[in-house]
């Protein structure tokens, strides 16, 4: 059993925050599991590790300001990409609409594509001339090497357009 008195810490208490690795962490706080015995201890590698976060990448994962943008693309056959990103840069996809423009009901799927296989997120049926909106609450990442997409699976693929707000993240 680990002592549960602050052993971890009194690893690493020779280090400053700004030189500590997540190697030197993991070497100090080893498997650690949450059981009555360990609780201590786990509690105090929390805090070593949010410690660490706040100083290494305070920012990781969030929006970068200014960056947020709307982009729409028109149905066509096959999956459509809606926005081929920049190379090296991580994006969130914020919401995601279908407007149908033709006079039938419409069914669309939204999902990411890698240029050869679409997987879907999510789905979505409108009546003709109606928008409806996809489900975006998981907060989608993407970047280049998958990205964005839809299919039109029932209804004319040439009435559906797709719009996404996203935003580039810090990564």
């Not at 609409?97 to 240029?115: E, F, I, K, Q, R």
């Amino acid at each position: 059993m680990i002592d549960p008195k602050g052993q971890v810490r009194n690893q690493l208490h020779l280090l400053q925050t700004e030189n500590l690795t997540p190697a030197q962490i993991l070497s100090a706080a080893g498997g650690v599991f949450l059981s009555n015995n360990e609780l201590l201890t786990q509690q105090d590698t929390q805090d070593i590790v949010k410690t660490f976060q706040a100083v290494k990448a305070p920012t990781f994962g969030s929006s970068i300001p200014n960056t947020t943008r709307i982009v729409t693309k028109a149905g066509d056959g096959g999956p459509q990409t809606i926005l081929v990103p920049t190379v090296n840069k991580t994006y969130a996809m914020l919401a995601v609409d279908l407007v149908n423009n033709g006079a039938s009901p419409m069914t669309v799927s939204l999902g990411y594509y890698d240029g050869t296989t679409f997987v879907t997120l999510n789905v979505i049926t409108t009546a003709g001339t109606a928008t409806g909106s996809f489900t975006t609450r998981n907060a989608y990442t993407f970047d280049s090497s998958v990205f964005p997409a839809f299919i039109v699976t029932s209804g004319t693929a040439g009435d559906a357009a797709v719009s996404m707000a996203y935003s580039e993240l810090v990564q």
